[in-house]
């Protein structure tokens, strides 16, 4: 069989039953095809179930105590660390590099930056078909890494080649606020943007399959893979916070002292390096095998499903819901999925009538387990869209604060941190979070929910929207207070003049919160992803936390032209509240705005929430249901 679509075996297998127009008809309608697993499949046909690993070249390893594991993960936090480190490097330095060396007008760059940044994640779902349909995870990025690397190379011959950016000279301070220096030459911003947008390109590659793959090499069958795989998404997202405190300190002070060239060139030796490291940990990989094009198995589906739209289920013709018997499934690289009653519309694309013959179209007649990855994929969509407004809050953090930061004193002692260097906090307290996770919040939160790992995936989601809401509306009260104090000190209209004796470390308090509603949020939705996401479409399911992050950058843009639009009245000479002059602004009334919209999409996913069924349960139901119909037919 292969991999680019499914298809129905030749031979169709009757089903062990046929409907009832009773009230019992939906309950065996939901269990009927679970078949012993003692059965073999005929002919040899369909896969073992999804969780079996195999080597790079595709056959099952005999010896699994010398593959995967914590060793073969930590290459693979290497690659995703230089990635991330790669990511906030540019997303801090690129505004900067594309003011102050080529010209740009400030909010066009700030644009570019932003559209990078909402393309590299919202573009994840490219990646994450590719690996789940044809490349599988380790060769999606092998290549993307590279891909990435060679953006990263070409940003630092732009930044190192006077050729590539326009005169320096006689551009000082003045002539940069006044916009009289030498723009950059067209050609010259369609390089930078093509290389740019490579880099995107890259990440959008890597983004949803090296988490993944890091989560392939623990082995499912063991007792501890629960705690296994919770540890594992936990230090993950460690080394995502250390390649953003890396990025944010010492890039910047390479930059500082060494330029431009230096700075991203440091970027490209970290991700070379890392492709090295992740290259040299394949002997230790284990695989799992794509399992062809989901697309085509979700068209397949919906087309099935459109075309037996006006069968009802109880049809006399009606053979049951079809399903290949025993464990294995029709999807290479998946294991079964039992019927759910969820969207049973969909079902009707697995209803096998007599007419449909012996070797039916799959475009006619899909398997229970097809038909129930797109339930799936449907049924989790509610819980990563809730986390859009959490990275909208982190994304307008990374503008807004840095604008409220230029009016504050950034001094520790004799020492000036950067104000670019101020996004670093949110990095040390989510390191911080992670190191005292399991000392502190595990054992005190088992007392009060009693879940073995503290807290469910979606309670800790649900905990760092909660605490998001607590950062933002914080990030009102203080900007109140602030911009109180420069209106009375005489600041109103000395925007960009720091005011002494007020301390920009009175932020730290919404950075910490925020980046406390980072660590619960993202990396509860990362495994939850990771566990619910049907086998052959792991990589899809992550690249649902990226495509969250990506539309929050574009709501972001969305929302802030909408209030700029809203609250502006030039007729009256009234600022809008994101005025350039944030003594004059209303960023407070933004930040409550941002507060009311995040006190909203919290309630929705308490709704969703409560509603969500964890696949383990459903199994759990679907066994227990056909335990009672069997006991009440004998």
Avoid at 506 to 535: H, K
């Amino acid at each position: 069989m292969g991999s680019r679509e499914i298809k129905s075996p030749e031979d169709m297998l009757e089903t062990p039953a046929s409907l009832e127009v009773d009230g019992r008809s939906r309950k065996k309608l939901g269990v009927f095809f679970i078949e012993s697993d003692n059965r073999r499949t005929a002919f040899g046909r369909g896969y073992t179930g999804g969780t079996t690993p195999v080597d790079i070249h595709g056959k099952p390893i005999a010896d699994l105590s010398k593959t995967g594991g914590w060793i073969a993960a930590l290459f693979i936090f290497g690659n995703e660390m230089a990635e991330r480190m790669a990511y906030f490097g540019l997303s801090v330095n690129m505004v900067a590099f594309m003011f102050y060396v080529m010209h740009r007008p400030f909010s066009s760059s700030s644009n570019a930056v932003n559209n990078f940044l909402g393309i590299s994640q919202a573009s994840s779902v490219l990646g994450g078909f590719l690996a789940d349909a044809y490349l599988g995870r380790y060769w999606t990025i092998a290549i993307f890494t590279t891909i990435y690397l060679a953006g990263l190379i070409g940003i630092t011959l732009c930044a190192s080649m006077k050729i590539f950016v326009p005169n320096q000279d006689q551009c000082d301070q003045l002539s940069l606020l006044l916009g009289s220096c030498e723009p950059a030459k067209p050609w010259q911003m369609l390089y930078l943007y093509v290389v740019l947008y490579i880099t995107a390109f890259g990440a959008a590659g890597i983004r949803p399959c090296v988490s993944s793959f890091g989560a392939d090499q623990f082995d499912e069958r063991s007792k501890d893979y629960k705690t296994l795989l919770d540890r594992f998404f936990n230090f993950f997202y460690l080394c995502v916070t250390i390649g953003a405190i890396v990025a944010f300190t010492l890039v910047v002070y390479i930059q500082i002292e060494r330029g431009w060239g230096a700075a991203f060139g440091s970027l490209a030796i970290a991700m070379g390096v890392s492709n090295m490291l992740f290259f040299a940990g394949t002997p230790l990989y284990r695989h799992r095998l794509p399992g062809g094009s989901p697309l085509t198995r979700v068209a397949q589906v919906l087309v099935a499903a459109f075309k037996k739209r006006h069968v009802p289920f109880t049809r006399s013709e009606l053979v049951g819901l079809y399903e290949l018997p025993g464990r294995h499934s029709a999807i290479k690289g998946s294991g079964k999925i039992p019927h759910t009653d969820d969207f049973r519309c969909l079902d009707k694309a697995a209803l096998q009538l007599k007419e449909d013959g012996g070797n039916p179209s799959p475009w006619r007649l899909c398997t229970v387990t097809q038909v129930e990855e797109v339930k799936i994929l449907v049924k989790i969509i509610p819980i990563p869209a809730c986390t859009i407004m959490l990275n909208v809050i982190l994304t307008e953090f990374i503008t807004l604060s840095i604008q409220q930061a230029y009016t504050l004193n950034t001094h520790i002692g004799k020492l000036k941190l950067p104000v670019t260097c101020m996004p670093v906090f949110p990095g040390l307290s989510i390191f911080l979070v992670l190191c005292l996770y399991y000392s502190v919040f595990v054992p005190v939160s088992r007392r009060i929910t009693g879940h073995p790992h503290g807290a469910s995936q979606l309670q800790r989601v649900g905990i760092g929207l909660f605490i998001s809401i607590l950062s933002v509306a914080w990030g009102g009260v203080f900007e109140r207070f602030r911009r109180g104090y420069a209106i009375k000190h005489g600041y109103k209209f000395s925007f960009l003049t720091p005011m002494p004796d007020l301390s920009a470390y009175w932020l730290l308090i919404q950075y910490c919160l925020i980046g406390i509603a980072e660590v619960f949020s993202i990396v509860g939705l990362l495994e939850f992803l990771y566990e619910e996401a049907p086998d052959a479409m792991k990589s899809i399911g992550s690249a649902y936390a990226a495509i969250a992050g990506g539309l929050g950058c574009f709501a972001a843009s969305i929302i802030n032209s909408i209030v700029k639009s809203v609250t502006r009245n030039p007729e009256n000479k009234q600022q809008s509240w994101l005025s350039q002059n944030i003594n004059n602004a209303k960023f407070d009334y933004f930040y409550w705005l941002l507060t009311v919209l995040s006190i909203i999409n919290f309630c929705i996913f308490l709704y969703s929430a409560h509603r969500y069924k964890y696949r383990t349960e459903q199994t759990f139901e679907a066994w227990e249901t056909k335990q009672n119909i069997l006991a009440e037919d004998s």
